[in-house]
């Protein structure tokens, strides 16, 4: 029997997690390791009297790669979800009332930068 590679990650954020899945589908063995008491890194959050604050990621970008890294998983991730583009996504406002609104319409992001 041909002993199992391992692998070491260091940190539990999206992108260590992402990867230890794929070097343990390409049979790797994988450990993972996480300074803070749980995984999530900048994608994580908080817990507190009842109310779930996220850390950081609240917006679903680049949906291609979390379907590829479901996929390979064989969760199901977006086939029980309606999800829809938003063309206005948020809004930075200035101490100088300048307003930039993002936008995934080129057109509009250009002639406000
Ligand atoms: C406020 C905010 C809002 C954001 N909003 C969005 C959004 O809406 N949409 C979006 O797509 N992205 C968003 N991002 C970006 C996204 O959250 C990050 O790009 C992504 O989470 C980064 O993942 P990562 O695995 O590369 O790094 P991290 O999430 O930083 O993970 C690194 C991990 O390594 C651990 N670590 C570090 N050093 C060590 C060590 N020495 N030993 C052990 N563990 C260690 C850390 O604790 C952490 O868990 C946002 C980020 C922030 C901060």
Redesign the pocket.
């Known amino acids: 029997m041909t002993e199992k590679k391992l692998a070491v990650i260091?940190?539990?954020?999206?992108?260590?997690?992402a990867t230890a899945i794929y070097l343990a589908n390409n049979g790797y063995s994988v450990a993972v390791?996480?300074?803070?008491s749980a995984?999530?890194?900048?994608?994580?959050q908080l817990i507190r009297e009842g109310h779930r604050f996220d850390?950081?990621?609240?917006?679903?970008?680049?949906p291609g790669i979390y379907r590829e890294i479901f996929d390979t998983l064989g969760i199901p991730l977006f086939e029980n979800n309606d999800i829809k583009p938003l063309e206005n996504l948020y809004k930075i406002y200035f101490d100088n009332n300048d307003i930039l609104a993002f936008s995934t319409n080129k057109e509009k992001m250009q002639i406000q930068l």
């Open positions: 260091i940190g539990a954020g999206i992108g260590g997690i390791f996480e300074k803070n995984p999530g890194g900048r994608c994580g850390l950081g990621a609240t917006i679903l970008m680049m």
